[in-house]
């Protein structure tokens, strides 16, 4: 139901799950599993799979932590954005891949939940598209020292607001990776 016309198909999106990002997240390994699973399905059901890569702080492009982590499968026409901004959208080109290959629909996993997820997610639907955040397959790091809440209060909150995020004319919506569908 996107706003956005003549864009049937359906992408995921995986964001910063780089090695110098995801290595000291809640959950790390859970949730690179699931979105490995994730881009198993993607493939098998002819979605479209982005990745974005995060760069700056440490993680210059083509530098080992700006890499995505080892146990992902990047296949080399899989399209990459590099970003330097939360919102995955920002000063990258990723708008113009989602076009030309008729995306209205994204489902988003990724790192780091209260910063480029939630950037991303705000930032696709506000565009128009309609967004499925995967609620078990996003992560971030413990930043409780600087008060916020712990990590898997901060995964709660996202996929709680999110589920009840809404706007006119595109969805808004939370699945876990075993009720993810491509085709949808």
């Not at 139901?1 to 864009?7: K, N």
């Not at 399209?79 to 989602?98: H, M, R, S, W, Y």
């Not at 999110?162 to 993810?180: E, I, K, M, Q």
């Amino acid at each position: 139901m996107t706003t956005l016309p003549d864009r049937p198909n359906t992408a995921l999106l995986v964001v910063d799950v780089q090695n110098g990002v995801v290595a000291d997240c809640h959950q790390r390994d859970e949730v690179v599993a699931n979105i490995r699973t994730l881009v198993e399905r993607a493939r098998a059901e002819g979605a479209l799979v982005i990745w974005v890569a995060d760069y700056g702080e440490g993680r210059e492009i083509g530098s080992q932590p700006w890499q995505i982590v080892p146990e992902l499968p990047r296949d080399d026409a899989d399209p990459l954005i590099d970003k330097q901004f939360g919102d995955a959208f920002e000063e990258t080109n990723l708008e113009q891949v989602l076009a030309g290959a008729g995306v209205g629909r994204l489902v988003i996993a990724g790192a780091q939940t209260d910063a480029c997820i939630r950037s991303t997610i705000h930032g696709a639907f506000t565009r128009g598209y309609d967004v499925t955040l995967v609620g078990d397959a996003h992560t971030t790091e413990d930043f409780t020292a600087w008060g916020m809440p712990d990590p898997a209060a901060v995964i709660a909150m996202t996929n709680i607001s999110w589920r009840y995020h809404s706007g006119p004319g595109r969805t808004a919506a939370v699945a876990d990776t075993a009720d993810v569908s491509f085709r949808d």
